[in-house]
């Protein structure tokens, strides 16, 4: 089996428009969280999320080709432009026609499709835009990255709320690691300021009226975000033999169901997405050194996630620190785990671990090292990254500094 | 209590959840009735309909009782009565 490394990475959140941005936020512990400004927020009972602050479709895209891209692709595509370009990725003919985009995305264009929905239930009107359907689809971000670079190979979408980035680049690990392809655009993206959508939230009950403490005793529950984050991943042969920069190894992926609740978190189907990444790592729990947690900072999740990692790492978890970076970035739902991906990614790289951001109070019901409030200088070898969605639906990665 | 009021309660429960009329009762706890807290958001969601209520958050976080529930959607449908009669005064006065 071919070892896969991480070659090239972008994105764009809360925490800035590129990768050095993102880094510098996190390693500042600086939260990307403030009043919502892109949606109507006078009829919600919260107020704050971690947006793109003042984004507009320029200078990225001409208007003509914004037309054709719902914001949650357009990030994609920005963050996948800083991937390649950062990967320095010699296109031949046969490397675009076996290259491989996998992306996650939880809600899509769900945001076009509002607008669409209010103008005939709300406004009455007799039709919607036609470029309706290819914008709301949850695979345009793929779509759209496949035309900007001209690549033809094995592209598709992965959807599984919360875990999606992380099943979508697992899914990318794998194919390179078999050998199905040599490169591979991977990560998230995701947009979901809309009015419809945050009232979907709103009726869960599960967003925060202030901000986001994850392992907080006074947390209040997540804090909505978007954006994107995209990795070009390699062989590590290929990779070294055009002096590629390498920014870290995807070493094992991991996945579970909880077969339980559609919404209540279970620590054991958690444990097992986590053991499952480090057996096909070939690691023994005491070798990682940093866990990038799920962290949502919702009651439930928080303590089930705690008592995961408790079964999963025993006495070693007095030792290893876990931060949940939703604290600053929020909760960007199918992008959440390639931002926390690259979080994790940048640890390991830069021997700074990014902090659990806003943490106030300790839970003894979340007895972990946490990392709180500022980041921590630490060599470690190993990381995890943690997702678990909605649904049950787990995925871990595990990661190592190269 | 108006006994009007906490049937209806008892009512939106037992549809909200599928289950019979007879077992829910102002003494039984979520626990007893199987209520998780999908099931106690959505029992919220039918009693807001109900009642043409706002049920904030920070009301419902430490409820775990039909009778906690009854006493938290009675007052908020007080206050909601009691603004009524000002807001009418209002209508008329512009009309």
């Known amino acids: 089996m071919r070892r896969v490394v991480i070659t090239g990475m972008g994105t764009i959140s809360a925490l800035g428009r590129d990768v050095s941005q993102f880094a510098a936020s996190v390693c500042q512990g600086r939260s990307g969280i403030g009043p919502i400004e892109s949606a109507d927020c006078s009829g919600l009972r919260f107020k704050n999320g971690a947006e793109v602050r003042a984004y507009c479709h320029q200078p990225y895209f001409e208007d003509r080709h914004a037309d054709f891209l719902d914001r949650f692709a357009q990030f994609a595509v920005i963050a996948a432009r800083e991937a390649v370009a950062g990967a320095a990725v010699e296109w031949t003919p046969e490397l675009r026609e076996s290259a491989a985009i996998i992306t996650g995305s939880c809600v899509g264009g769900q945001s076009t499709e509002d607008i669409g929905f209010h103008e005939v239930y709300k406004l009455g009107h007799n039709r919607v835009h036609p470029l309706t359907i290819p914008k709301t689809m949850a695979n345009a971000g793929a779509s759209h990255i496949s035309m900007e670079f001209g690549i033809t190979g094995p592209s598709f979408t992965i959807s599984t709320a919360c875990s999606s980035a992380a099943h979508a680049i697992g899914q990318a690990f794998w194919m390179i690691r078999s050998g199905v392809t040599d490169l591979a655009i991977t990560g998230g993206s995701e947009a979901p300021f809309s009015f419809g959508i945050l009232k979907a939230w709103e009726a869960m009950r599960v967003v925060s009226p202030d901000t986001c403490r994850p392992f907080s005793r006074d947390r209040r529950g997540m804090i909505l975000g978007e954006g994107a984050a995209m990795f070009v991943l390699e062989p590590l042969e290929a990779a070294r033999a055009r002096g590629a920069p390498v920014h870290a190894e995807v070493v094992g992926f991991g996945m579970s169901a909880d077969a339980g609740h559609i919404t209540q978190p279970s620590s054991e189907g958690a444990a097992r997405a986590m053991r499952a990444a480090l057996k096909d790592a070939c690691l023994a729990p005491e070798q990682i050194g940093y866990i990038n947690a799920h962290g949502t900072a919702t009651p439930a999740n928080d303590i089930s996630e705690t008592a995961a990692i408790h079964g999963v790492f025993g006495r070693h978890t007095a030792r290893m620190p876990v931060s949940s970076t939703k604290s600053m970035h929020g909760h960007a739902l199918g992008a959440a785990a390639a931002l926390e991906c690259l979080a994790a990614v940048l640890a390991l790289r830069d021997g700074l671990l990014p902090p659990t951001a806003n943490f106030t109070e300790y839970d003894p019901d979340c007895d972990l090292d946490v990392i709180p409030n500022c980041a921590r200088r630490a060599e470690i070898e190993y990381a995890l990254s943690n997702s678990f969605a909605f649904g049950g639906l787990n995925a871990v990665l595990a990661l190592r500094k190269i | ?95």
């Open chain 2, 1 to 95: 209590m108006p006994e009007e009021l906490t049937e209806r309660i008892l009512r939106v429960i037992a549809t909200s959840k599928r289950i019979p009329l007879e077992q829910v009762t102002i003494t039984s706890e979520f626990q007893q009735l199987n209520i998780d807290s999908m099931d106690a958001v959505e029992i919220l969601f039918a009693l807001e309909n109900e009642f043409d209520i706002n049920i904030p958050d920070e009301e419902v976080r430490e409820v775990r009782t039909v009778r906690q529930m009854v006493d938290g959607v009675a007052k908020l449908v007080a206050a909601k009565s009691a603004a009524r009669p000002v807001n009418s005064a209002d209508a008329a006065a512009s009309q």
